[in-house]
């Protein structure tokens, strides 16, 4: 019997000899629902699949957030780890030196991140080459993925980098498609285009959707630039993660400044040499931005502010977010709050559990009883 690999590789050769035009476009549309399904079972396969299993490293998250660095092998994710964390990778200037994950804490104003250093993808990873399964399986439970690359080697590591991830289901730098697909019981299928998208249409829906035995859904499409590969996210929603990159480039004394200074300047990118010690702190700086995590920090009735701890809360977290990390039962007692930062009006600023506060905000919970007030 054709085990997933190969039959994996029978579609994507089918696709590359099919010629694209519109007589082809439902045929292609089909090999693509049937090659998204194959890979899915490649790195999460059932019984009898044929295909081993997609297990990861099986490390314990730890932190406020958690970063997968990935990388081809010796492109210095092992030596920014050692850099930015207190945590030893074992460096050599040879492929494939780590063969497991290796997690590291950076501390930063008062978090702690998580920083993963994967084994180097390789080419392949997606059918289970190397150690790719389990990198892809660590980097699909990351807040958000740096992406380590030689910048003397840049399109060619980016784009199979990309390739891979987009193969095993990892969407980088996007928003899930908007397009909502609710299955039912019976009723049979019904499609509707809020615009009607220039690449999809009834019919390539009917047909994918069918292939996936979807024979009773209600389907709403609002983008009107929605493409068939998106479709198919939608539908194998439950096999595809949304992660936030950095695109990080080492080695940049091997550039001229004028490559650098362009390379510098394209988006989600930061550049970096590890081995002269230049831009690792503002590779940092960098990914916390991209977190967009924020302190709080929170004071008591008569005392001054303590910053040597921070409360860590999401981007547009309220006083309930911030009452929440606090304590869960604070908000049972809750009064107001008073808010010193940019986001106060006026300072200090009299709010309710509704307001929003901004990075480094100083707020003091105020309860019904007397005396009660944040930590």
Known sequence: MVNITDRIKEIEDEMKRTQK??????HLGLLKGKLARLRAQLLEPGPG???AGGTGFDVSKHGEARIALVGFPSVGKSTFLGKVTKTRS?????????????????????????LLDLPGIIEGAAEGKGRGRQVISAAK????????LDATKRAEQRALLEQELEAVGIRLNQ?????????????GMKITFQNPPKNLDEKMCYNILRDYRILNCDVLVRDENATVDQFIDVIMKDHRTYIKCLYVYNKIDGISLEFLDGLAREPNTAVMSCEMDLGVMEVVDRAWEELQLMRIYTKRKGVEPDFSEALIVRQNATIEDVCDAIHRTLKESFKCALVWGASAKHVPQKVGLGHVVHDEDVVSIIGTKSGLAAK
Do not use: R, W
């Open 21 to 26: 035009n519109k007589a082809t476009e439902y």
């Open 175 to 187: 928003d899930p498609p908007n397009i909502s697909l609710k299955i039912k019981k019976a009723g």
């Open 49 to 51: 699949s044929g295909g």
């Open 141 to 148: 439970t990351s807040d958000m993925i740096i992406m380590v």
């Open 90 to 114: 074992e460096v050599a200037a040879y492929s494939f030196t780590t063969l497991t994950a290796i997690p590291g804490v950076l501390e930063y104003g008062g978090a702690e991140i998580q």
